[in-house]
């Protein structure tokens, strides 16, 4: 990098495309190389380089006391991480799908998020669970579940999921070095997207939302797997003659109140995309504390585009449920643009 | 940076000691005994009598850790704790297995081993606080290397494996025991911890107390395994089988486990056999699930008085000795009783730190929010009233 760089400064110096998958897996490489406690471990993380591809090569390259498989128990895989960190190491477990890391339940939220509290702070637990999470990928049953508000609502966990390869890459070395517990949601459907970025974690924190695209009129809200589909509703709009604000939120514990409430004062108007059900969904919290904390400035109720209340549909029904472009663009139209009020706006 | 993590070992998935014939990791019929019911010494294969030392610090914790369970139980009574699931009766074990422990190694202990925790040296005060009520955990885990009491059953053996095989990568000299009860080992975690352990060969010792319930379930309800040691053989774990009223037994068996670790033998599934005197906890009534001449039959088998019994027909103890002894243990209790009977000061602002590292800004808000309701309720003159 550095050779490069001298050599071709400046405008002449073209930055590689890379996935998220390849962004993941510089990290970890990078995470291993700079801190020895650093172990890598879950099924098929090893030889097989996990079944996305996300470990491949690591433990040829570190050797299979920091990276290896394990036993096939997911409540085992977290338990033992947390026995590991007790003594010094810095676990980075796989569960190998969302709806798989359910047994590893009762580890994460009894012990994982409550250790440090429980112990006023003697114990802390550097661990990070990664989790390929969401659908769209064509997956069976137990394959695509989004399981964020399971985590979101537990206390003591940070939960974390990245939506470019950039952003994959500098979450993961923060969520490494990150004292606390860190629920890592890589949304599957992006394992595979490309972005020219260079690899680095300076100046990113773990608890910042960003604005992908700036706009005027309506503020989405999105993360992981729905920031594209947000991303295209915003450029279909923008031929309609309004302007979106699409916000990533990359860490939905904690919230980013300050970016987004920023948004939502300035546009009056708010939509939040998940593929997550609705109902007790992550939506029903930002919708909440949107209307408490931007209240005067809402021209329009906070609308949800989220998964029906059903159990993930199979393949060739996927495509009914998950939030599409249509779907975001409807609930614009259902902003109430003819009952604009007076500007209520004082003070803001 | 720390000593090369992983430079210690060769593999961390070592193949498993395939080797082994399944005979060698069978425990026994009959339980491991050294000194019988009735005092007497009996040989055992496998296990070495404690020396005169060892047998009479066996017998001196023993004794306070009684005296302490009682106390304990007398102060739920009172009101001063909040729950106690006592342990009498199971004081072999408790103290057995942590007598047994090297400074360097960890103890995993549940809610029903305050004893063993107390045993290993911390301040039963701070230990209690979590049965008091006054915060979960309220001694430092690395200062004995005590892990936090553990409510929920068997989560606490995987913690144990993680310890353990972390420090057989760092090249730590430390073996981690964790206790559990007969119901535990049905949940999914023993299976997990037991699998983990033998195939990492991690230095682990399961200790199992089977005193005979889980809460008012029996033995007979929970496995239909010959014995719960014989759990072992189906990870390639070895186990043994010991009389749980012997703290001989008991010693020399978590003696032999702890230094099979420490050579990298790896894990030992121990399942002592013993008997919970009391009910399961002060809010319990086992009149409802078991008679009382089986709590006869095992207090007829009391651990303490059998050590006693030993000693006393050896000459290591006499009257004197026992009397000093229940002294100090009764100056213990009274200097227990004071300390819990004193009002301790909670701070609400507590619940808000050590969520996170770092304070979050919600945490921040909602302990303003608290702070704010209770300065008005101190104003408010119908509140004070």
Known sequence: ???????????????????????????????????????????????????????????????????????????????????????????????????????????????????????????????????????????????????????????????????????????????????????FLEPKRRYWSKQATVLDHAGTTLDRAIVRRPGSDVTLIAYGG????????????????????????????????????????????????HEASRFCGYGAEVAARLSEQCFHYLEAPVLRVAGFDIPYPPPHLEEYHLPSVDRILDAVDRLQWQETRPAVKAGG | MSPLIGAHVTSATRVVPRGRKPQELLPTGAPLTLVDADGRAVPSAGLTMPGDEALLALHRKMVLARRFDTQATALTRQGRLAVYPSARGQEAGEVGAVLALRPQDWLFPTYRDTMAVVCRGLDPVEVLSLLRGDWHCGYDPYEYRVAPQCTPLATNTLHAVGVAHAAKLKGEDTVALVMLGDGATSEGDTHAALNFAAVW?????????NNGYAISVPLSKQTAAPSLAHKGVGYG??????????????????????????????????EALTYRIEAHTNADDAT????????????????????????????????????????????????????????????????????????TPDLRWQQQELSAELAAAADDPEAAR
């Open chain 1, 1 to 183: 990098m550095t050779a490069i760089a001298e050599r071709s400064p400046g405008p002449l110096m073209t930055t590689p495309e890379v996935t998220m998958a390849t962004a993941l897996n510089q990290a970890l490489a990078d995470a291993l190389t700079e801190d020895e406690t650093v172990l890598v471990f879950g099924e098929d993380v090893g030889p097989l380089g996990g079944v996305f591809r996300v470990t491949d090569g690591l433990a040829a390259r570190f050797g299979d006391t920091r990276v290896f498989d394990t036993p096939l128990a997911e409540s085992g895989i977290v338990g033992t991480a947390i026995g590991m960190a007790m003594n010094g190491l810095r676990p980075v477990v796989e569960m190998q799908f969302d709806a798989f890391a359910y047994p590893a339940f009762e580890q994460i939220t009894s012990h994982l998020a409550k250790l440090r509290n429980r112990t006023r702070g003697r114990v802390a637990l550097p661990v990070v669970i990664r989790i390929p999470y969401g659908g769209g990928i064509g997956g069976v049953e137990h394959h695509c579940d989004s399981s964020e508000a399971y985590y979101a609502h537990t206390p003591g966990l940070r939960v974390v999921t990245p939506a470019t390869p950039g952003d994959a890459y500098a979450l993961l070395r923060q969520a490494i070095e990150c004292p606390d517990p860190v629920i």
């Open chain 1, 226 to 273: 729905t920031l594209g589909t947000a991303l295209e509703a915003a450029d279909a709009a923008e031929e309609e003659g309004r302007s979106l604000e699409v916000i990533d939120l990359r860490s939905l514990s904690p919230f980013d109140d300050e970016t987004v409430t920023a948004s939502v004062r300035r546009t009056g108007r708010a939509i939040v995309v």
């Open chain 2, 201 to 209: 060969q991690a230095p682990v010792v399961f200790f199992v107390q």
């Open chain 2, 237 to 270: 774990v070895p186990a043994m089988l010991v009389d749980g009223n012997d703290a001989a037994a008991v010693y020399a068996a978590v003696r032999g486990a702890v230094a099979s670790g420490a050579e990298g033998g790896g894990p030992t599934l121990i």
């Open chain 2, 288 to 359: 409802r699930y078991r008679d009382q001449a089986e709590v006869d039959g095992w207090l007829a088998r009391d651990p303490l008085a059998r050590l006693r019994k030993h000693l006393t027909a050896r000459g290591l103890l006499d009257e004197p000795a026992v009397a000093a002894l229940e002294a100090e243990a009764e100056a213990e209790a009274a200097a227990l009783r004071q300390r819990v009977n004193a009002d301790i000061a909670h701070d609400p602002a507590d619940l808000f730190r050590h969520v996170y590292a770092e304070q």
